[in-house]
Nanobody, 124 residues
Framework: QVQLLESGGGLVQAGDSLRLSCVASGRTFSVYAMGWFRQTPGKEREFVASARNADTLYYSDSVKGRFTISRDSAKNTVDLQMHDLKPEDTAVYYC??????????????????WGQGTQVTVSS
């Protein structure tokens, strides 16, 4: 059974940087894409970034230029480097996998394996 484990969340101040990591265990096959989403109470899970491979990367407009996603398919990992964090970035961040080809890489509908989430809190 595939499991995704996130790490690296925490409490930081506005303008700080933070790096989230996610490692997949329990699978021996390659997946179509890995990504990051975030969610705050009462809101839908929001797309942050995704990586099909090291060069095919997608970002939401709200994080473009501040966040960088990197995927290592050989190690089954995906990281999210976050710079210039803002209070509105506060959320639970989830790692996700799209195991099959999908047009919905910027939507939770395209992903079928999820981690438990890690809290990121940015104080002003």
């Amino acid at each position: 059974q595939v499991q995704l484990l996130e790490s690296g969340g925490g409490l930081v101040q506005a303008g700080d940087s933070l790096r989230l990591s996610c490692v997949a265990s329990g699978r021996t096959f390659s997946v179509y894409a890995m990504g990051w989403f975030r969610q705050t109470p009462g809101k839908e899970r929001e797309f942050v970034a995704s990586a099909r491979n090291a060069d095919t990367l997608y970002y939401s407009d709200s994080v473009k230029g501040r966040f960088t996603i990197s995927r290592d398919s050989a190690k089954n990992t995906v990281d999210l480097q976050m710079h210039d964090l803002k209070p509105e970035d506060t959320a639970v961040y989830y790692c996700a996998e799209a195991t099959k080809p999908t047009y919905y890489l910027n939507s939770y509908e395209g992903y079928d394996v999820w981690g438990q989430g890690t809290q990121v809190t940015v104080s002003s």
